[in-house]
Each structure stands twice: as C-alpha cells, then as structure tokens.
C-alpha cells in the first residue's frame, strides 16, 4: 500500500482526537503543540488544518488561530438525514447510468473493503468505503448531486471513520456495500436508492452509541 501523506496522517489523527473528545468543541489547536505531538514540520501541520477547515471540522481565525468547531448530537443527526438522501440519489441515477468498466471499478472497491474487513483493519476499510462510495457518485451523471455530496462527505468524514470501531460495523458495513452494489448492477434504481439511504442512516445510530461510551466519564 502507499504511504500515506503526512498531512494526511496528521489530519486523520486530529479527527480521530475531536471525535473522541481529546480536543472539545471550542478548543483552540495550536500549530507549534501540533508539531511537537506528530513530530513534523509546520507545513504538512498548516495543510492538514486547511483540509479540516474545508470538512468543517474546525474553522480559522485570522490572527487568533484554529479551532475546533461546534456541533451538538442535533445538527450532526441533521447533516447524516440530508447525507443518506444524497446517498439514496446517487445510488439511484448509478443504478441507471453507470458503464460497465465502472462497474468493474465499485467491484474492485468492494473487494477491497471485504478484505480489509476480514483482516479488521478500519482504517483501510474506511479509504476503501469512499473510493467505493466514489464510484457510486462519479457513476451518477448529475455533478450538481456529486459536489453537494463531496462538501457534505467531506464535513461527516471524521464521523463516518469513527463509527467503524463500533464491534461487527465493519462486516454489517460490507453487507450493506454488497446490497447496494448488487442492485446498482442489476439496475434496480428503487433497491439501490433505498439499501444506500440505510446505509447511511444506520451510521447515526452507531456513531451516537460510540461517543456515549467514548465519552463517559472514567468511574476509576
């Protein structure tokens, strides 16, 4: 496999900390603290946070700094609601549109993520999961729906990565990949728009189950 960027590995790593709570809502990130806790240099410290502010995850004050932004259970429930239709879109205009060499490429996707999941390896499965959800989009033919989706992917990564570690999502994960891919290539627009809608909207339920338990206060 690639290595992957260090902006890359810094700006998942930061994710991963805002998700589990070790950075708040409303913290301030400080670059020079940054560089010490990944050991590199302020460019790939000063790339990672452009990205994160582009996700919305964090948001840039200038000449005050960066800092974490704030979402209540509500409005990430709100943006997963509006995410799972956009899904359920794409899925269904693919299941219509897609070409047979795409096909082959959201099966190699598939793939991909069957064997990430077996060898329990959620990271892998999570850059497989959106070059899978990639295909779907790019196979959709309307590229209003593919950037609206890319924006809104982009704000809901860290969530949709985190609730990987919940026990058995990955399998379920892949059961889910497999309904929709089935159905796309079967031309079933009405299985395809409803198994991707699902898809997503399960991912809320796990994702809140997943910050109560990282979140619970420490009893010892």
Do not use: W
């Not at 902006?7 to 940054?34: C, F, K, N, T």
């Not at 079933?188 to 189950?209: C, G, I, M, N, Y």
């Amino acid at each position: 496999m690639a290595r992957v960027p260090e902006s890359q590995r810094v700006r998942e790593a930061i994710e991963a900390a805002v998700v589990e709570g070790r950075y708040r809502p409303g913290d301030r990130l400080d670059p020079a603290r940054l560089e010490q806790e990944f050991s590199c240099s302020r460019t790939p410290i000063r790339e990672a946070l452009q990205a994160l502010e582009r996700s919305g995850l964090v948001y840039i004050r200038p000449k005050q700094g960066t800092y974490v932004t704030e979402l209540d259970a509500l409005e990430l429930a709100e943006r997963f609601e509006v995410m799972a239709e956009l899904e359920g879109m794409a899925a269904r205009l693919a299941s219509r549109r897609i070409e047979a060499a795409t096909l082959v490429d959201l099966r190699a996707a598939l793939a991909d993520c069957e064997r990430y999941a077996v060898a329990g390896d959620a990271d892998a499965y999570y850059h497989a999961n959106e070059r899978f959800h990639g295909v779907v989009y790019d196979s959709c033919g309307n590229e209003f729906l593919r950037d609206q989706a890319a924006a809104l992917t982009r704000a809901l990564q860290p969530y949709r990565r985190l609730q990987l570690r919940v026990p058995d999502r990955m399998r379920r994960s892949l059961a889910e990949h497999r309904r929709i891919a089935d159905s796309v290539a079967a031309g079933d627009a009405a299985t395809a728009e409803e198994a991707a809608r699902e898809h997503v909207l399960v991912q809320v339920q796990e994702f809140s189950r997943l910050v109560r338990t990282l979140r619970r206060p420490s009893t010892g």
